[in-house]
């Protein structure tokens, strides 16, 4: 951002932020993506593939409760595929931010700003000149009586 013109840093804060918005979409997406198919592999290869898919088919719905409801074995193999998709998670989120601190040292080096120079010509009121009439409550004011609104 600090390499943005200042007429431009609107533009640049809401870049960075909608690229964080996205990239953050995308990790936790494939994140999820990754959780289920190790959850799906891990149900599939304990209790078979057909009892995976009846377990995993209504999207999602495998809540504590009805684990609550199965038999010991099934109850042990979806805590161990659960176990293994958060493994996954945990291995993918450590490979990305490895990726991330790498491409981290490739980013030019930009140096702070100590001055912010004009876009233009002068205006005819500097900033410190009031351009309007003050506010009610502004020091301006302060020994003159507020006038009340109509």
């Known amino acids: 951002m600090n390499s943005a013109e200042p007429r431009d840093m609107g533009a640049a804060s809401g870049t960075v932020t909608l690229l964080r918005t996205v990239g953050g979409s995308l990790g936790v997406a494939l994140l999820g993506a990754v959780f ?3 959850l799906h592999s891990g149900l599939a290869d304990r209790l078979g593939e057909g009892a995976a898919g009846r377990l995993t088919a209504r999207g999602g719905q495998l809540t504590p409760r009805a684990l609550d409801g199965l038999a010991a074995p ?3 193999a979806c805590r161990a595929a659960v176990t293994g998709g958060l493994h ?3 291995a993918g989120a450590a490979v990305l931010a490895v990726l991330g601190f790498a491409a981290a040292w ?3 080096e930009a140096p702070l700003r100590s001055t912010v120079e004009p876009d233009g010509p002068a ?3 500097s ?6 009439p003050a506010h009610p409550h502004s020091p301006e ?3 003159s ?3 009340p609104r109509p």
């Open 88 to 90: 996954g998670v945990l």
């Open 36 to 38: 289920t198919g190790r």
């Open 74 to 76: 099934v109850r042990e």
């Open 127 to 132: 900033p410190a000149e009031p351009t309007g």
């Open 145 to 147: 009586p507020a006038k």
């Open 141 to 143: 004011n302060a020994h």
């Open 106 to 108: 490739f980013v030019r």
């Open 123 to 125: 205006t005819p009121h």
